[in-house]
Each structure stands twice: as structure tokens, then as C-alpha cells.
């Protein structure tokens, strides 16, 4: 049971590159979330998933897509990246009524 | 949108003695107040939560307290150990929705 898996872990890009963040769960969980965690803010939900074929924008979307392919995975994308992205990014997931699991981050800078 | 306030930003205490974080919330819909422990580049990680209906939960050393009245909640640590030490974040979600908001975190450290 892995768990919530991202990928990449680490990444830097260019500004106005574009890339792709992907998160996949085994838990048979129907939420997922992409969060953005830079210091001393905690943790900004950028977008969640209430369930397959659903997309809700959080706290902080602007300059942010997200893909709920399946009822396991997750992606993020940036379409043109910009320096203000640079920061960590989690993928969770949870059942409705519970707490969140997360993946183990994605540290990406944008120079 | 809620919107969680957290404090203090750091803690710091003796080993054994007890550290107490505090978090309010803004939306009074808010059901479900989840805690969790963060080490340095690491993950997050789910420690203990509490729902609307209860006002008081414990799991060991660890106890969470709930006044929907007065719409804050907080973490009691007792006896703390080193391996207490790291970055604790407060989350309230509402009962309509799944938009999980985090309290900007609070950095504890127990010395030895």
C-alpha cells in the first residue's frame, strides 16, 4: 500500500515553461487536493477533487489546471510558470469525512 | 471562505513540560478540525482530529479541545519529548464542502 505518490520531486524550470504534476492514491479515496506550502503561510489549497469528475478551485488557483483523470490520480499543471510558483507542492487525498493523507512533496523553483 | 488563525508561530519548552497550541475559525458551518505534525522536509501528517459533536478528544499525550461557541480549538501536548519537536498546523473544513483551510503553523521545539 503506497500510499499518495507524486512525481517529480524535485524540478526547476524556466520562467514561461510549462509542466505537469502528477498524483496517484491507492487508498480508493475519493477526494484528492494539490496544496502549495511556502514559509510561514502553512498550507494553500490550490485545488481539490470531490470526487472522480469533479473540480473545485481552493484558496489560491490563479495560474494553475488540474486533471482528476481517474478515481486515483491527480495532476497539476502550469501552464507558464513564474517565479512566484516556486515553493513545495502536496498532492493529498481523503474520504469525505476524514482526515488527509499526503504524498511526500514536489519541490519546485522557477528561476 | 473559512479562515484559521494559529498561535503561537513558535513554542518552545522544557522536555515533560506540556505545550498548548491555539487555532480559531471563522466559519461557523466548520465540522471537522484536524491536526497535524510536520517534520523538516517531510510530509504532514495526520495526528489527531476532533468533529463538531465532540468537545474533548485524547490519543495518549496528545488531547484536542473544541468551543464551537466561542469558534477556537486546541492542541494539548503533555509530557513532551524531543521528538516532539517540529512544525504543527490546525485545519478546519466546512460540512458542505471539501476546502480544507490551514492555520499558518507553529513551530515547536522541546529541549532536552
Known amino acids: 500500500n503506497a500510499g499518495v505518490t507524486q512525481t517529480p520531486k524535485f524540478q526547476v524550470l524556466k520562467t514561461g515553461q510549462s509542466m505537469t504534476l502528477q498524483c496517484a492514491q491507492d487508498?480508493?479515496?475519493?477526494?484528492m487536493y494539490w496544496y502549495r506550502q511556502d514559509p510561514g503561510m502553512g498550507l494553500r489549497l490550490i485545488y481539490y477533487s470531490a470526487s472522480e469528475g469533479t473540480t473545485d478551485k481552493g484558496e489560491v488557483p490563479n495560474g494553475y489546471n488540474v486533471s482528476r483523470l481517474n478515481k486515483r490520480e491527480f495532476s497539476l499543471r502550469l501552464e507558464s510558470a513564474a517565479p512566484s510558483q516556486t515553493s513545495v507542492y502536496f498532492c493529498?487525498?481523503?474520504?469525505?469525512?476524514?482526515?488527509?493523507?499526503f504524498g511526500e512533496g514536489s519541490w519546485l523553483t522557477v528561476v | 471562505g473559512e479562515n484559521v488563525e494559529q498561535h503561537p508561530s513558535t513554542l518552545s519548552v522544557q522536555e515533560g513540560d506540556s505545550a498548548v497550541i491555539k487555532c480559531t475559525y471563522s466559519?461557523?458551518?466548520?465540522?471537522?478540525f484536524p491536526w497535524y505534525k510536520q517534520e523538516l522536509g517531510k510530509r504532514p501528517q495526520l495526528i489527531i482530529d476532533?468533529?463538531?459533536?465532540?468537545g474533548e478528544k485524547k490519543d495518549q499525550r496528545i488531547a484536542v479541545t473544541l468551543n464551537k461557541t466561542a469558534k477556537h480549538f486546541s492542541l494539548h501536548i503533555t509530557e513532551t519529548q524531543p521528538e516532539d519537536s517540529a512544525v504543527y498546523f490546525c485545519a478546519a473544513r466546512t460540512r458542505n464542502n471539501n476546502d480544507m483551510r490551514f492555520g499558518a503553523g507553529t513551530r515547536l521545539t522541546v529541549k532536552p
Open positions: 466559519d461557523s458551518a466548520s465540522n471537522y
Open positions: 493529498a487525498s481523503s474520504e469525505r469525512a476524514g482526515g488527509e493523507d
Open positions: 476532533i468533529r463538531s459533536n465532540v
Open positions: 487508498m480508493n479515496h475519493n477526494s
